[in-house]
């Protein structure tokens, strides 16, 4: 059997999962605070059929050697955590997050979770929550007589209520950075949870410390960091990368045939 059928289905595989994982940056391009992927490849083992380096017939030392590769296969999907562009929406519960850092949030669980999908909103007890109803961490509750709500760009949440004109702190929203955040682990809903992989979290206030250079912005929400134009170019090289390997495969097919119709 030709080893080239094999091998072409390799590459054709690998094709068809970043295929997979460009369909998914493209079908979340208006996520909030998503992320790209990015899939990645290596060569399989090759079969080595002499060394470079090999002693030769007059005693020289041959330069090259013969190696036949065997194929590809994926070895990693990185998330990529560039930053997304900010839009305007103007609801006062509506934070991003304007460099490093996740808020940090509490499942049904108890388990932590971390987010950059600063689309708050209350519960029913004025909780502030995401909109699965996962507690913010810090825990922020909102008076049920707040007139007005402001966010600083520390992450600082002061409201004021009736009858009042001054603004009173109610809470603190804190953000969680990771040494390694492309190992986080991806758990849906614009949540990741952490992984050995990513490191131990480390928590700050916005503008200070390991977070000095982020800011929280209110009203404002974070876009995808998808753009919509190279993931088309990828979606192209990826086909006809695809299409290169069927055709390596429909080639060995016919070759099989021709030795297999030969008669002696």
Known sequence: ????????????????TNIDVIA????????????????????LLSQNYRSPGT?????????????IGLGTRTSATQR??????????????DVSIDGDGFFQVMMDNGQFAYTR????????????VTSDG??????????????????GKNGAVFVQTAGNTTFSQVGQLNLTKFPNAAGLVSYGHNLYLQSPSAGNPIQGTAGQGDLGNTVITQGFLEN??????????????????????????????EMLQKANSITV
């Open 24 to 43: 998914n940056n493209v079908s979340n391009v208006n996520t909030t605070g998503y992320k790209k992927v990015r899939a990645e490849f290596q060569d």
């Open 55 to 67: 002693l030769g017939n007059q005693g020289t030392t041959l330069p090259v050697g013969i190696q």
């Open 1 to 16: 059997m030709l080893r080239a059928l094999y091998t072409a289905a390799t590459g054709a595989q690998c094709q068809q």
């Open 80 to 93: 990529i955590f560039l930053p997304g562009s900010l839009y305007q929406t103007g609801n006062p519960l």
């Open 117 to 128: 999908d600063g689309g708050f909103k209350m519960d029913a007890n004025g909780q502030l």
């Open 134 to 151: 996962y507690v913010v961490q810090p825990s922020i509750s909102i008076p049920t007589n707040a007139t007005d709500i402001s966010i």
């Open 224 to 253: 995808s960091n998808v753009q919509i134009v190279d993931e088309l170019i990828n979606l192209i090289s990826a086909q006809r990368a695809f299409e290169a390997n069927s055709n390596v495969i429909k080639a060995s097919n």
